[in-house]
């Protein structure tokens, strides 16, 4: 049975940072898709960074320059590096892991990904 486990998430101040983790377990996710969306209150679940691989990595727009993801193979981990964080980024972050290798166009589709983490609440406040 596949898990996904995330970490790292919490209460930090504008402009700070934030490292979270996602442990999968079950099997591993060498060369397939693992991401983060995240839903903030009364808002819809949206895309915010997937990696397939150690080449293949896409980051929405809105946390371009802020946010990077990246992955340890050996752990079957992929990370969430946050900083200049803003209240806006406050939300529940989920980790996602596929069964497929997507290619770059499809990393911010949810549909593509099969297997989902309770998540991790961030919360940007002063």
């Known amino acids: 049975q596949v898990q996904l486990a995330e970490s790292g998430g919490g209460l930090v101040q504008p402009g700070g940072s934030l490292k979270l983790s996602c442990a999968a377990s079950?099997?591993?996710?060498?060369?397939?898709?693992m991401g983060w969306f995240r839903q903030a209150p009364g808002k819809e679940r949206e895309f915010v960074a997937a990696m397939r691989g150690s080449s293949t990595r896409r980051v929405a727009g809105s946390v371009q320059g802020r946010f990077a993801i990246s992955g340890d193979n050996a752990k079957n981990t992929v990370y969430l590096q946050m900083n200049s964080l803003k209240p806006e980024d406050t939300a529940v972050y989920f980790c996602?892991?596929?069964?497929?290798?997507?290619?770059?166009?499809?990393?911010?589709?949810?549909?593509?990904?099969?297997?989902w983490g309770q998540g991790t609440q961030v919360t940007v406040s002063s």
């Open positions: 079950g099997r591993t996710f060498s060369g397939r898709a």
């Open positions: 996602a892991a596929s069964n497929l290798g997507l290619i770059w166009s499809s990393l911010d589709r949810q549909d593509n990904y099969e297997y």
